[in-house]
């Protein structure tokens, strides 16, 4: 059974930070790239950022670069996602979700996405 299970939101003050880990299971996960979305009530999914898990290669959105972090725990088939300098609006529910390798240039599109986990909740206050 595939699963992707997110854990580590919460509520933090703004300028705070927060990580998120996302343990998969159940498929092969060399095979995969791992991003994270995020969604907040009435906005469409945004893709936040997105690991190789072969060779390590990342990519963020901009209006997290240089505040977010991606790196992957391969032995632990876990993606961590570190954030930094919260604000408010980055409060939403996170997921990450599992890309097949060859669809990497694409990570940003969640259509593109095979696998989802059942998400996390951030809340940043100001």
């Known amino acids: 059974e595939v699963q992707l299970v997110e854990s580590g939101g919460g509520l933090v003050q703004a300028g705070g930070s927060l990580r998120l880990s996302c343990a998969a299971s159940?498929?092969?996960?060399?095979?995969?790239?791992i991003g994270w979305f995020r969604q907040a009530p009435g906005k469409e999914r945004e893709g936040v950022s997105c690991i190789s898990s072969t060779d390590g290669s990342t990519y963020y959105a901009d209006s997290v670069k240089g505040r977010f972090t991606i790196s992957s725990d391969n032995a632990k088939n876990t993606v961590y996602l570190q954030m930094n300098s919260l604000k408010p609006e980055d409060t939403a529910v996170y997921y990450c979700a599992g890309i097949e390798l060859p669809l990497l240039s694409l990570w940003v599109l969640w259509e593109g996405y095979d696998y989802w986990g059942q998400g996390t909740q951030v809340t940043v206050s100001s």
């Open positions: 159940g498929f092969t996960f060399d095979d995969y790239a």
